[in-house]
């Protein structure tokens, strides 16, 4: 079995003490020089770290360290607190188990120094974060205030803790930092007014003397120069290394990191200024007429000072000093002070202010570091309490303290020696007991109920009558005579009468760590701790917010005539508390032991380090360890931790656990004496094999996390490979598809080529064969039609031939029978010309005869009569045949039979003329007057603009309707038909075009015989009448357009506002009209109708042009009419064409 460790490897003598061969004081002694000799402070007895105070400082406290022995097993490297330290906070952090420190050893062996080490080291290892930061800052920052309000150099140690301290680290679930809670013990409150011989009060002291600013020196009516305070020893100030003006600063930051407040801190100083000026309050006696003896304040600049800086009424505290009242029941009596009263007095004032303010700065200081909000999960407590002390003079305080070591002793013995043993007979371990002292009775003939020192004292100082510390000594030597641990002169024990080196005022008590001679003298005051209440009560008065807060008891309304607690119960109680505590918690032992006596580095005094182990009990911790086991566990975690070393019990086993154990242990390769199996717990030996166990734990977690690791891996890349697959096969059908379509498409194309290559082919084929075939077809048919042609021009020629000669036949035929014809002809012709002759000379002769016939009885008249009768009848039937040829009755009629007779030319047309007129006279007879006039009045109308202007002929047909609006129907118009005093002959709508744009605006126009009106087309209200006889001329234009002036006669009063510019649709029928109004009235002029393009007219005193042009036609063929300057308006007129 193979174990890398370095607490084998090159170990300077044994680093583990149960591992020394031959064991015994000497070897052990030995063991511990060598090892301090070569600057190897710390040895383990199993895991109790022994640390040895070098007395100067090490290169083994650096960050490197720290990281060197941060997460690594107990027996991994050589010796050191950062192990233990380490050991304790991972199994808080992984185990779940509160852990305890427990620093014990003498004054000065380094147990203030253990404890910072522990703390900065968990401080270092824990969980980072602002938050977590500040809260270790801020519990390593707790540490120099207490030092320096709790410290003060004994002749044993310069930096001696004057008070318990046990502090709790409070951590949450992930092993980081909440905060932490500090209960303090007793404080050594009687240095506060007097120190022994080579030895300082408290560092705050000088610290603040020393450090604090001029300024803030005056401000605290303070002098920098010790000598000018009592309470101050002279002799031993200043102490080697130790700078108070640097440590004062290093106080008031930490204070600040902590979380006091600026005015806190300056409270704080000024009671510990006030502690001062009370110091040099001074007495004198004063004798008093009635005999009694009273005490005086020799200088009262102190007082007065005083009482500024607390804020105190000097008058009360003055006579607090002077008077003590006591209070019984309804009683209260008023009694002097003399001198040494007076001085009691002070002193219990100066130390009780200055204790209640340490417990203040205590509560203060936990107030900062309390865990905010976050559940608690596990607990450290690390205790460093004040060291077993031995003095010259050994008061109430070193009884206190070295009782307080006691208990830890006990402690240290219940757990580790006492508790070891009979843990082992528990579990049917085979164990051979080991002797060792067991201090319980010690403790006993201190805190025992009945008996015990501190219940005789308390009992003295409770009992009435006189109580002195003889009669507290008489008790004890009665009481306490026979125990063994106890020795007094007066005592029954007669072994002790003639020991002179146990003075009559003493006692001595054997204590563990050696014989301590108590002076009786103080025990009943320094237990009683009176403060009288006229004191308590003038603080209270102060005006000072803290020392109010010390002294609640001066309240007046709150007088409690109870007793208060004794010094000596309240410490009992408390270190009771500690210790219930402690054994709740899985305890950490560091050792401290002291090498020399003279605070100096390289010395080690045998003797007093051989006295140190041996009432240390460190040789019977070895014996224990070394017979015992070195590690021990109960079946079930044991087994939960181990299983997977054995394929056996890994992953589960299902019997007992104890079973799983042995079946474990069994199989692996440990030497069966290495191991017991206890009733619950398995017992190992050595600490090797519990090391090689968690090295091959430490392994098979590891093949574990890789095996995990692989299957994990594993299944995430088979996962990985199926989701490939599967997009491989998506794929791969994709692109499959993707090719077999681009091959098919290319096979399809290709196909295509193909077949339309063969079809090509084909139908080429099948065209050539056509083509062939209709080649031959035409081939045929034009041989064919050759041959018929052939056959058709031979029959052609041979018919041509036929007809050219039927022809032939014909015209000669033809010839012949014209000839034949012609000469028939002319046989007729002659025929008929001698007929004819014969006929004409028969009828001329039949005339001749006939004349000479009837010449006999007409002669004179026939030929006229003949002539007469022959015209009359031509004339007879032409008359009757025109009768039955005559026209139609319609005067537009223009036929007319033709003439029938030369001679009747003249008859003919003046007939024809005849029946025109009396046709028309017909047509006219069927009209009424009054289409008469319409057409008198279209007639003139023709007359007026036939052949002048273009719009005339667009007016034929359209009917002259005169009243367009049917003015006198119109309900609208009824109003204008009454004011129109003449009948209307014609109302229309006209557009009055305006002079200025010429834009048009509809009016009415209405026309009566003697005047023409315009009118407001909505409202009917004639805007302007004109006499007819004002009007001198109508211009229009020549063109298609409606536009019409009516120019008016010039200084009439209608032409005031000039012409008219007018246009109507009914232009012809309007101007028709008013011109006719001027032919029918014979007083009036002939108006002038002037047809021109371009006329003037008289708009109020000019003369406009209004000239028309042809324009293109747009927006529907309308007439547009634009004013082009002042003197000129264009009508442009759409041509008509
Ligand atoms: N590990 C260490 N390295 C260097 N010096 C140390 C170490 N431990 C202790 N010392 C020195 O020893 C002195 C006394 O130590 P410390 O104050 O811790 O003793 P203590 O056991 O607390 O005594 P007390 O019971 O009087 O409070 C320290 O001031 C310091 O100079
Ligand atoms: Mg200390």
Redesign the pocket.
Known sequence: MEVKTSLLDNMIGVGDMVLLEPLSEDSFLENLKNRFEHNE?YTYIGSVVI?M??????PI?TPEKVEEYRNRNFYELSPHIYALADEAYRSLRDQDKDQCIL?T??????????SK?VMSYVAAVCGKGQEVNKVKEQLLQSNPVLEAFG?AK?V???????FGKYMDIEFDFKGDPLGGVISNYLLEKSRVVKQPRGERNFHVFYQLLSGASDESLKKLKLHRDFSKYNYLSLDSAAVN?LDDAANFRTVRNAMQIVGFMEDEVQSVMELVAAVLKLGNIEFKPDSRSNGSDESRIKDKNDLKEMCELLGIEQSVLERAFSYRTVEAKLEKVSTTLNVAQAYYARDALAKNLYSRLFSWLVTRINESIKAQGKTRHKVMGVL????F?IFEDNSFEQFIINYCNEKLQQIFIELTLREEQEEYIREGIEWTNIEYFNNAVICDLIENNQNGILAMLDEECLRPGTVTDETFLDKLNTICAEHLHFESRLSKNSKFLTDHSLPHSCFRIQHYAGKVLYRAEGFVDKNNDLLYRDLSQAMYKANHKLIKQLFPEGNPAKVNLKRPLTAGFQFKASVGTLMRNLQTKNPNYIR?I?PNDK?ASHIFTDSLVRHQLRYLGLMENVRVRRAGYAFRQPYEPCLERYKMLCKRTWPHWLGPAREGVEVLMSDLPVPAEEFSFGRSKIFIRNPRTLFFLEERRRQCLQDLATLIQKIYRGWKCRGHFLLLKKSQIVVSAWYRRYAQQKKYQKIKSATTVVQSYTRGWQARKLLRELKYQKRCVEAVTTISAFWHGTQARMELRRLKQEVRNKHAVTVIWAYWQGTKARRELRRLKEEARRKHAVAVIWAYWQGLKIRREYRKFFRANAGKKIYDFTIQRIMQKYFLGLKSTLPSMSPIDKNWPARPYLFLGGVHSELRRIFHLWRCKKYRSQFTEEKKAVYEEKLEASELFKDKKALYPSSVSQPFKGDYLEINKNPKYQKLSIAMEDKVLLADVVNKINRANGKGTARLFLLTKNSVVLADQKTGQVKASVPLPDLTSVSVSTQSDGFFALKLKEGSASAVKGDFLLSSEHLIEIITKIHRMGTTAADREQLDIDISDEFLVQFKHDKVCVKFIQGVPKNGNSVSCKRKNNRLLEVSVPSTA
């Open positions: 402070i640390s105070n070098p007395y100067r400082s090490l406290f620093i050893g003498e004054s000065g062996a380094g147990k203030t120094e253990a080490l410290n004994t044993r140690n310069d930096n001696s803790s004057r290394g460093d309490i004040y060291g002390e401290c002291k605070k």
